[in-house]
């Protein structure tokens, strides 16, 4: 039986012969078997795009057409931390274009068993979340007589994010050697050496000094847990994929970014073309549009074909073109006449737009069948006749 | 304190900001300041605009006193006797114009009933807050605001009589319509207007039900008997200029039927209509291509020997003839003088217009459509008492549009009709509706306007009842016989051998950037190729340096510029832009070169 199944591995995808196998009743003759996999082999190839099919333009099509109907709107979250997020049409262009600095970072951080059941779900979103100096500190003192700083600190702030006193003494020192920390009730104070007494210095530090960096993971401004079904998650503002998955409590199986960019550095280019996949999904069905996802698996495998991320633009993908003509009929016609010029480069007129632009029969569809017998040429004792 | 500004200039500030605007009012009423002045006091800012310039829209309003409009019968009395004029009311102060900016200080009652003594101002009446073409629209009120403006601008296309004297006037794109009647539902402004003297619609039978599905989608369908006995018959209206011109060295443009050895003799039946000067004769029926006025100018590039050259086949035809698709009567031809002093004819085609499919129809409530199909009388259906409509209106335009003035007019103008009286449909101030239906009722019909029909083909009774009644419909410039194009060969631009473009230039139509993806989307490659054939050119290229060859047809002989003749030179097909774009190349000095391959 195995033997059978391993014969058709060829023919048919692996998730196929996945699926007959948990499908099949426990006894069944091998002849049976058989006609059923020739069968399942024929439909599989119906269902297979024909050659010369522009599948390109069709996903074009596909694409395009729901995107002019795309309210330009961004949605809002309704909560308590309230989440702003790009989507609709901006979005769509924002991931197509393959821009590197997206407008609203995020990542969806997935936890491990007991913290994904709400455990201390408050204090870890606050312990993710990057916490400055002035975040926790209620009130900046300047003494210019005695050139100190008295930093009045919110208890209640310190403690729910998990701080305490000493912490906080360490991360001053650490960014500011010179200065002589100690602590008074409620407060710290710091005072400058006495090479730096300057009045002019005492204000310069206490602004740099509110940028000091407690805690967390730098780059999340803010953190919100929410519960989705029957797990809790924490979905924050800003990202940092290396360092989340770097925590012990994430599940790193799940956690991602929306990010494209930084998913091909942390996770590898595979993992960005799916998420460019997802992305666009996301916003197409939100939007209550139905796109086949193969047009946009398509959009993805161009996009990162080349091992980086290429955007749809005249940098991204236009430029990968191997035609001339094709790069010069989209945008700066003239830029890549003269680069092609420069360099004596050849079009092959193997794609589409060249060929429509020198009215020749384009390569898909009944234009790409030819014969493959050679026909001669007129012999030489024929011409001399005429 | 605030700033006061004069025509968004800066000019000064004043500490009192009321006191201030009050005493410019003040003094506007009283006559001490032109009425064209408005002032706006903008509370928030604190600034004080002062306007006098052009270019404002205003509008008049009775001004308002301690709750008393200053407007008293007393004027209204002396106005009817014509002793006073509005123009004096507007000199005492009584009724004064305010900009859209001076509104905004303004507190402006609708009505005498409310008026309370915060008002400063009355409304003249609720009409005088429209424009002067919406307030032509029946039963407005009753309609939503978008339908109301889109059914003003409709009745400035529509077709009517638009000066007494068009028979020797001399205009671009006129239209007539035959039989103008006033509309028996109408508005105050109907008459101020003058409207009713020069009417620009007709009142028709309108029954508002489906027929056949040749109204769907805003059509609406016509009674042929109503077309023969003049609804919707239009004559339109179009002058030829001819102007003998004066050139440089004392040659002058000259109109007369031009020679046979002229360059670009058109041929003798072209000419055949016109008279011994050179111009057509009234009455004479012209088509496509017909000259109207003969007219033949010097040659366009004179060199200097060419003045003492008095060979007379140097001249050109540049007679005036009909365009692709143009035809009609010479109605009027004038011989008169350009500003210039130039000998200036022109002549007027007039060409009668009937209704046709395609032909664009209005009421007056933004409720437009197009002729879906011409049906003879005896298959119209038709109400108990005989009655056929004019027009067949769809319901499906209703619900979506929600034009009950529409709706009301139908009614009014069947009451109208039935009772020989105007109806008035001034926007708030209207017959009700109520009315309307008891007269309709004491009639004799159905006092909600609908009547049983019956189907005239098979003569059966139909099923529903229909709303049937008058309407005043107006026919739109835009006509089929003005738009309509099509073709399958034509003219060529000279530089990219492309079809023109254009109706007027007998121009094909584009198969665009989208279209062009369509195909490649279906494979349909070969078909592509066919469609951009339009500029296909077959040229020689030279295979050693890749430009194109000459082809010296005289002595078949093929040769190329660079390399000499003796090289193998072959044939491609390729369109003839791409020619030009690669002489646009060889221009920025790049060297295209094409490689040829044996195709199989």
């Known amino acids: ?386 | 304190m605030s700033e006061v500004y004069l025509n968004g200039k800066f000019i000064g500030t004043v500490e009192n900001p009321i006191e201030f605007s009050d005493k410019i009012r003040e003094g506007r009423r009283k006559g001490v300041i032109s009425n064209n002045v408005n002032v706006y006091n903008d509370k928030i800012v604190g600034n004080i605009h002062i306007n006098d310039d052009k270019g404002r829209l205003r509008r008049p309003l009775i001004v308002v006193k301690d709750g008393q409009p200053l407007l008293i019968d007393e004027h209204i009395r002396k106005l009817q006797k014509n002793e006073i004029l509005f123009s004096d009311l507007v000199k005492q102060g009584v009724i004064e114009y305010l900009d859209a900016a001076e509104e905004e200080n303004a507190f402006v009652a609708f009505s005498k009933g409310e008026l309370t003594n915060e008002h400063t101002h009355l409304e003249i009446a609720p009409l005088a807050m429209i424009g002067l073409c919406t307030s032509l629209v029946p039963y407005a009120n009753f309609s939503p605001g978008a339908r109301v403006s889109i059914g003003s601008k409709n009745q400035k296309q529509a077709l009517g009589m638009y000066a007494i004297n068009f028979p020797i006037r001399i205009d671009m794109d006129v239209n007539m319509l035959h039989y103008p009647q006033i509309p028996v539902v109408q508005s105050v402004m109907h008459d101020v207007s003058n409207y009713n003297k020069h009417p620009s619609g007709q009142n028709i039978i309108v029954a508002i039900m489906s027929y056949k599905g040749y109204n769907v989608d805003d059509a609406v369908v016509l009674n042929k008997a109503s077309i023969n006995l003049g609804f919707g018959r239009s004559t339109y209206y179009r002058p030829s200029i001819a102007e003998e011109l004066r050139y440089s060295g004392g040659l002058t443009d000259e109109i007369s039927i031009p020679d046979k050895d002229v360059k670009g003799y058109k041929s003798e039946k072209d000419y055949r209509l016109l008279e011994k000067d050179g111009i057509i004769f009234q009455e004479a029926k012209v088509g496509e291509g017909d000259v109207i006025i003969g007219k033949t100018s010097p040659p366009r590039f004179l060199s200097s020997m060419d003045q003492y050259n008095f060979a007379p086949s140097s001249r050109r035809e540049s007679s005036v003839a009909l365009k692709h698709g143009e035809e009609g009567i010479v109605d009027f031809v004038l011989i008169t003088e350009s500003s210039e002093g130039n000998r200036l004819v022109q002549v007027k085609i007039r060409d009668q217009r009937i209704p046709e499919l395609g032909d664009k129809f209005t009421s007056r409530h933004g409720q437009k459509g197009v002729v879906g199909l011409i049906v003879d009388q005896a298959d119209m259906p038709f109400t108990a008492s005989g009655i056929t409509p004019d027009l067949i209106f769809s319901p499906h335009g209703i619900p979506s549009r929600m034009t009950i003035s529409h709706l009301i007019e139908l009614i009014a103008g069947k009451v109208g009709a039935l009772s020989s009286r105007y109806i008035d449909g001034t926007l708030f101030d209207v017959e009700p509706e109520e009315m309307l239906r008891k007269e309709l009722l004491s009639l004799g019909f159905r006092e909600n306007g609908v009547e049983t029909m019956y189907n005239g083909i098979t003569g059966e009774q139909l099923e529903a009842k229909i709303y049937i009644g008058n309407i005043y419909y107006m026919k739109l410039k835009h006509m089929v016989a003005n738009k309509m194009h099509a073709r399958a060969r034509g003219p060529i631009q000279l530089l990219t051998r492309q079809p023109t473009e254009g109706r007027a230039k007998e121009g094909g139509l584009r198969l665009g950037e989208m279209e062009k993806d369509t195909f490649v989307a279906h494979g349909a490659s070969l078909l592509l190729k066919e469609r951009f054939d339009a500029d296909r050119t077959v040229v020689p290229v030279c295979e050693e340096c890749g430009m194109i060859a000459i082809h010296d047809k005289f002595k078949n002989k093929l040769y190329c510029p660079i390399c000499g003749d003796n090289v193998e030179i072959n044939f491609i097909e390729i369109s003839y832009a791409f020619k030009l774009l690669l002489d646009e190349l060889k221009s920025l000095t790049i060297h295209p070169k094409l490689v040829l391959k044996n195709k199989y």
């Not at chain 1, 204000?203 to 953190?223: A, D, H, L, M, N």
């Open chain 1, 1 to 386: 039986m195995n033997r059978l199944f391993k014969k058709y591995e060829g023919k048919l995808p692996l998730k196929v012969i996945n699926d007959i196998k948990e499908k099949l009743p426990k006894k069944i003759s091998e002849a049976k078997l058989k006609k059923i996999l020739e069968e399942v082999v024929m439909e599989y190839n119906k269902m297979l795009v024909q050659p010369g099919e522009s599948v390109g333009l069709v996903s074009a099509e596909s694409i395009g057409e729901p995107g002019t109907q795309m309210t330009l709107n961004t949605f809002h979250f309704a909560g308590v931390a309230e989440m702003n997020i790009t989507m609709g049409l901006p979005r769509i262009i924002e991931i197509l274009d393959g821009k590197k600095t997206i407008e609203t970072p995020m990542t969806e951080i997935y936890l491990k068993k007991p913290y994904s059941q709400g455990k201390n779900i408050k204090k870890l979103a606050l312990s993710i979340k990057e916490t400055k100096l002035n975040e926790i500190v209620s009130e900046f003192m300047v003494n210019i007589a005695e050139s100190k700083i008295e930093l009045r600190v919110d208890e209640k702030r310190m403690e729910s994010i998990g701080v305490n006193y000493p912490v906080i003494q360490k991360c001053i020192k650490a960014s500011f050697k010179e200065l002589a920390l100690s602590k008074k009730g409620d407060s710290i104070i710091l005072k400058l050496s006495e090479k730096e007494k300057e009045l002019n210095q005492l204000f310069k530090v206490k602004e740099k000094i509110k940028e000091v960096y407690i805690q967390g993971i730098k780059g999340i401004t803010q953190v919100l847990p929410i519960k989705k079904g029957s797990e809790f998650l924490i979905i924050t503002a800003g990202t940092n994929l290396k360092k989340v998955l770097e925590l012990d409590f994430v599940d790193k199986t799940r956690t991602i970014s929306n990010n494209i960019f930084e998913i091909a550095s942390v996770l590898g280019i595979e993992a960005a073309r799916q998420a460019i996949i997802n992305e666009v999904f996301k916003v197409i069905q939100n939007q209550g549009l139905n796109v086949d996802i193969r047009h946009l698996m398509l959009v993805a495998d161009t996009m990162c074909a080349t091992g980086t991320i290429k955007g749809v633009t005249r940098y991204g993908v236009v430029k990968e073109k191997a035609s001339v003509l094709a790069r010069a009929s989209f945008e700066t016609p003239i830029k890549h006449i003269f680069n092609a010029s420069l360099i004596g480069e050849v079009d092959h007129l193997n794609s589409v737009v060249e060929n429509v632009m020198l009215n020749q029969p384009v390569p898909v569809g009944t234009g790409l069948p030819g014969l493959v017998t050679k026909v001669k040429r007129e012999p030489e004792w024929l011409k001399n006749k005429h």
